[in-house]
């Protein structure tokens, strides 16, 4: 079984073989049927991009595979494959069809984020698109092994700095240096992300389009049509104009309808009218968050990782947050609640230990899938 195969791999690792995804890829690669990539690279945006665009691309009668991480609940979101979420049972018999081409050796080798990777790939060989999303990286992220017709950059910020850099120019080259051929570039916060991708594109002899370059007034009356249809904010908007643009570079014609329902969970997801959850964990997340809900003001459910700049993101938070609920999360990488705590009380933010929901107040829950997760849990009982 695929579950008690994969719970002897851990989630995380202080340091990662960048050799090892691509030395197993090469001893299997001939006896793969790759489909049609669009590489996503990006620290925040990935997942509503590649599901508008995957979304779009099986209402238009492509069989279409999403690859997205982390999940909330189970591995299945992980992999979407033409409108839902993969069942137990496919994900049983490919692993072990996967397994039977793999040598033992190599099958343990991988890392849990490179196995669930190749398992995807395993599984979309019938596909005609794959929306192919990274998880932390660029240059060295298992996805990007395979060769693919379109990378999209969504926008790039400061995150993962153990692994990627310590500045925005550094994150940004690490990342964008995933693109094979050409990419179109997403609505950046940072000029030195154009900057990185104006140097790359002469050097690589690479074609970098702006997300924009390719739409026209028609396209632009569509995209707002669709937002509106689906309630989207301002900064998923821009991640399905990123989408669109795609579909226009690959010379596919598109329709308002084929994004029907296109939203992903746990994006600003309204739960009910008194509870927003979003997975956003990142000062970049943190701005869009904060300009899409300036309006209001909410009890924050909050808690975050220890490589996090939690003092950053609570200090951008802090003009829409009445007080702070901290909620226990089981992960290891999870800062205490007492350093959450001493953050709150310097930033002279109220604030308490979350334990029931109250239904006379607003919230806002994030601070990543695993605070969502452990939200979820409770909001559900």
Do not use: C
């Amino acid at each position: 079984m695929l579950k008690s195969f994969l719970k002897n791999k851990p989630l995380f690792y202080d340091e990662i073989d960048y050799t090892r995804m691509p030395r197993v890829y090469e001893t299997i690669k001939k006896k793969l049927s790759l489909p049609k990539i669009i590489h996503l690279i990006g620290t925040n945006g990935k997942g509503t991009t590649g599901r508008f665009l995957a979304t779009a691309l099986y209402s238009l009668g492509f069989k279409t595979g999403h690859y997205t991480s982390p999940h909330i609940f189970t591995l299945n979101e992980r992999i979407w494959i033409n409108g839902e979420n993969i069942d137990d049972e496919l994900l049983d018999s490919q692993h072990q069809q996967l397994l039977a081409l793999l040598s033992k050796e190599d099958s343990d080798s991988l890392s849990y984020f490179e196995y669930t990777t190749l398992l995807a790939i395993y599984i979309y060989k019938d596909m005609d698109y794959v929306i192919l999303e990274a998880g932390l990286g660029g240059e060295f992220d298992a996805t990007a092994v395979f060769e693919n017709i379109l990378t999209l950059v969504t926008p790039i910020g400061i995150d993962h700095e153990a692994f990627l850099g310590s500045d925005i120019k550094s994150i940004a080259h690490t990342k964008m240096n995933a693109i094979k051929t050409s990419a179109i570039l997403g609505l950046q916060k940072y000029i030195q992300v154009q900057e990185v991708a104006d140097a790359l594109a002469q050097e690589k002899n690479l074609e970098i389009l702006g997300y924009k370059e390719k739409l026209d007034k028609n396209d632009f009356d569509k995209i707002e049509q669709i937002a509106q249809n689906n309630k989207l904010e301002e900064y998923l908007k821009e991640n399905l104009t990123l989408a669109v643009s795609a579909l226009k570079v690959l010379k596919i014609k598109y329709e308002i309808e084929n994004f029907k329902n296109s939203k992903l969970y746990g994006r600003l997801t309204r739960l009910n009218k008194n509870i927003i959850l979003d997975v956003g964990h990142n000062a970049l997340a943190a701005t869009s968050i904060y300009n899409s809900l300036k309006e209001s003001k909410y009890t924050l459910v909050y808690n975050s990782f220890k490589d996090k700049d939690y003092l950053e993101i609570l200090t951008i938070l802090k003009p829409i947050i009445n007080d702070v609920e901290i909620i226990e999360v089981e992960d290891e990488r999870a800062e205490s609640i007492e350093e959450i705590a001493t953050t709150l009380k310097n930033l002279e933010i109220k604030y308490k230990n979350f334990s029931l929901i109250n239904p006379d107040k607003k919230y806002l829950v994030f601070g990543s899938f695993s605070v969502a997760k452990a939200f979820l849990k409770v909001y559900h009982e």
